[in-house]
């Protein structure tokens, strides 16, 4: 009996035993999985973070690079300009093949880069070349470009300096040198009236060219980007309508300078010509202005007489080709004027062309610090 029940005990306590050592192989088991699979979910999340990081870093570093090759850019223009000229007279053309640039030779110079700035605002190298004339024949009718040249110095294969110059605009429509021309000019604006005019312009492909107030860009720089992108040229007219004739050196270079920057920001490119506000002009402001001065030779009174019918016929009963016509973009009456004036001129067989255009196509070279008041033969 005694052997008997032993023998349960005994058999009771190895089956408990065997139970308590199964439940905790068990609960062990568990607990390594439950933990590898924390693991390995901590591991994955890591991963994300890493990938993640490594991105940003990927993306900071193109930032970064970016800016750098732009710095780059920046640099090459004011150390080179030591070693190098800039091509002069940069100039672009319509011709049947496309715009034909040219430039003038610059001394010391192994070749030219050629650029064109995207729409995207980066400059897009359209050729390297020893010649002093390209034609692109990759440009759209109606569009408007920016080239820029770079004169180069090589030592064997490697370019060791350049030198950007300013670049152009070219607007690409077909304008025949033979038919008259003739430039409208719109001081003091913009205004809340200057959109207004971009319909007609858009609408008989004629481009116009506004002298803006430095003051008054911030506040309509989307009108003057507009602008830009119908092939119209924006010009300096000072910063705060300043007698630039009778101002002092400092003045005239905060007049011009703040006019500049403010243009650049909203336009993307300074201004090519610049036109003194009461066409006063003194020897200082010829030395500081760095650009053509751009008068007029058909003063319409638009300002005084605030009469649309009185400004179409100061223009239609005065114009000869290679006029620059003045008028001002501040009052609806001009604008108005202007509106009614484009097909009459275009009847008449004039083209209607912006001031820098119309000399290129009557082989003007304007040079800085000179004033014109037409482009007459
Ligand atoms: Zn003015």
């Known amino acids: 009996m005694l052997d008997l029940r032993r023998k349960i005990v005994i058999g009771i306590t190895a089956v408990f035993l065997i139970f308590c050592i199964g439940r905790m192989a068990y609960f062990h088991a568990y607990k390594t999985t439950a933990v590898e699979k924390e693991n390995t979910e901590v591991k994955v999340e890591e991963n994300q973070e890493a990938e993640k990081e490594e991105e940003e870093e990927e993306k900071e570093e193109d930032a970064s690079k970016a800016a750098e090759e732009e710095a780059k850019e ?10 190098i000229d800039a091509p002069k007279h940069l100039q672009a053309f319509y011709s049947k093949e496309g715009a034909v640039i040219s430039w003038k030779k610059v001394k010391g110079a192994d070749g ?13 190298q359209l050729a390297q070349t020893e010649a002093v004339t390209y034609t692109d024949e990759t ?5 408007a470009y920016r080239y820029r040249v770079c004169a180069i110095v090589k030592a064997g294969e490697e370019i ?4 950007m110059t300013k670049g152009i605009s070219y607007f690409h429509t077909e304008i025949d040198p033979d038919k008259p021309m003739v430039a409208l000019t719109f001081d003091d604006g913009p205004s809340i009236y200057t959109k207004k005019l971009f319909k007609v312009l858009k609408k008989y492909n004629v481009r116009v060219t506004f002298f803006v107030v430095g003051e008054r860009v911030s ?9 830009g992108k119908l092939g119209c040229e924006i010009g300096s007219h000072s910063y705060s309508h300043a007698n630039l004739g009778t101002a002092s050196s400092a003045t005239i270079n905060r007049e011009l300078n703040h006019t500049e920057k403010r243009v ?5 490119y300074y201004t090519p010509v610049m036109r003194p506000p009461y066409g006063s002009i003194s020897d200082k402001l010829r030395k ?5 001065m751009i008068l007029w030779s058909i003063d319409t009174l638009d300002w005084k007489t605030r009469n649309t019918a009185s400004t179409v016929k100061a223009i239609m009963s005065h114009v000869e080709d290679g006029d620059i016509v003045l008028m001002h973009d501040l009052y609806s009456q001009s604008i108005d004027a202007a509106i009614k004036v484009i097909p009459k001129l275009m009847k008449k067989g004039y083209q209607i062309v912006t001031v820098s255009e119309m000399a290129q196509y009557k ?10 008041t037409d482009m007459k033969k």
């Open 74 to 83: 920046e640099v090459d223009i004011s150390k080179i300009s030591e070693k």
């Open 264 to 268: 650049k920001k909203a336009l993307g």
């Open 139 to 143: 440009v759209k009718e109606k569009t």
């Open 288 to 292: 500081k202005v760095g650009k053509p």
């Open 112 to 124: 030219y880069l050629l650029y064109r700035k995207g729409k995207d605002g980066e400059l897009k």
């Open 160 to 163: 060791v300096s350049g030198e």
């Open 363 to 372: 082989g003007k070279k304007l040079e800085n610090g000179k004033a014109y």
């Open 219 to 227: 506040t309509y720089a989307e009108t003057i980007k507009q602008a």
